[in-house]
């Protein structure tokens, strides 16, 4: 979603979580709120992650669950991503928690690939399974 959480590429974990949470910052009477935000961050080898943060509000205690201790199971280095990266890391978005553009629009744009879904077309790994594992490591803490 982007510009709802202040900036369009989170970068970081703890940053991505925290652009997950400004979600629920716009609460409703439901019982629970579950946000999904994907993130990047450098490894300890220097290589540019792809990563799923998922974290579910129980709007009635205000208790909040996430993925943090699994989002491991969740990573997907990026093809190329030091160059993408150093493509975007001037475009600081103006909360400081990511940049205002992503690597997967850039990834989108070179390969003719959609732009949010560009694990499925480079790695073979389809966002969408990247989100069933991050729900999983959600469900781990609920339980």
Avoid at 56 to 62: A, L, N, R, S, W
């Amino acid at each position: 979603m982007g510009n709802d959480t202040g900036t369009e590429q989170p970068f970081g974990i703890d940053e991505t979580f925290k652009c997950a949470e400004k979600r629920f910052m716009n609460d409703c009477n439901v019982g629970f709120l579950i946000s999904i935000e994907n993130g990047i961050f450098r490894d300890d080898n220097g290589n540019v992650i792809d990563f799923c943060a998922v974290l579910m509000k129980d709007v009635e205690t205000g208790r909040i669950f996430s993925n943090r201790k699994y989002i491991h199971r969740t990573f997907i280095k990026i093809k190329d991503g030091n160059d993408y990266f150093d493509m975007i890391k001037d475009d600081v978005a103006e909360t400081g928690l990511g940049f205002t553009k992503t690597i997967g629009f850039l990834l989108g744009k070179k390969y003719k690939i959609p732009k949010n879904n560009w694990m499925k077309h480079l790695n073979n790994f389809p966002r969408e399974k990247q989100i069933y594992i991050a729900l999983q490591g959600l469900m781990k803490e609920v339980i």
